[in-house]
């Protein structure tokens, strides 16, 4: 079982719209998750920390729940430049800077 | 805030030759600074820490002989590919931890081994 699961898709959701991807860890003891999106070819970049009681930054908002050990993003209101790979990333070891990458959802906006 | 260069961004080369990529911090210093791998429509996959005065510490399955990792400097840090084969081509990225829990990633370098 991979560490971190992701839905590849890819999700394919008309401009407007709102959209939520998963993510499941192994680790129970996992410390720290993130949201990184990665454009075609390019590095991966930070999109937002997820915390235990939830956190929203405008359209973005993550969940983490820990008991079932899965990680959501929703984006509401959806922008052509929305169109990305997003990364679920597991920090296992607090204060260890080791990131474990989930494979990516691919989500494409449709105008 | 903080950023990563990497160079080269793109490189093709013959089977059996050698390739080194180097990842730059610009704008504080590193003493750690990590070498993933992604292949198409994966993940990145962790190869290994560099750290600035010290051996690099590899993951499992990785070849510390092939890949031979330098941090020559607080801002400096080197993965050269030795003997590339095609197997080998790859996006090849650096990251650089900058506070805690937060990494800044190099824009990569896309190795193509012909």
């Known amino acids: 079982r991979k560490e971190v699961e992701q839905d590849p898709g890819p999700f394919n959701v008309p401009e407007g719209a709102t959209v939520a991807f998963n993510c499941t860890y192994s680790n129970s003891a996992s410390q720290s998750f993130f949201w990184y999106r990665q454009d075609c070819r390019k590095e991966p970049k930070l999109l937002m920390s997820v915390y235990s009681s939830g956190n929203e930054d405008g359209r973005f908002t993550a969940q983490l729940n820990r008991a079932s050990q899965y990680i959501s993003l929703l984006i509401r209101d959806s922008k052509l430049s929305d169109s990305a790979t997003y990364l679920c990333?597991?920090?296992?070891?607090?204060?260890?800077?080791?990131?474990?990458f989930g494979t990516g959802t691919r989500l494409t906006i449709i105008p | 805030g903080a950023v990563v260069s990497q160079h080269p961004s793109r490189v093709i080369c013959k089977s059996g030759t050698s390739v080194k990529i180097e990842c730059r911090s610009l704008?504080?210093?590193?003493?750690?600074m990590f070498w993933y791998r992604q292949f198409p429509k994966q993940s990145l996959m962790l190869m290994a820490t560099?750290?600035?005065?010290?051996?690099?510490?590899?993951e499992q399955g990785v070849e510390k002989d092939k890949f031979l990792i330098n941090h020559a400097s607080l801002t400096l840090s080197t993965l050269t590919v030795t003997s590339a084969h095609p197997e080998d081509s790859s996006f090849y990225i650096c990251?650089?931890?900058?506070?805690?829990?937060?990494?800044?990633f190099g824009p990569g370098t896309r190795l193509t081994v012909l």
């Open positions: 560099s750290n600035e005065g010290s051996k690099a510490t590899y």
């Open positions: 990333v597991v920090n296992n070891f607090f204060g260890n800077e080791k990131l474990t």
């Open positions: 990251s650089v931890p900058y506070r805690a829990n937060e990494q800044f």
């Open positions: 704008d504080f210093q590193a003493t750690t």
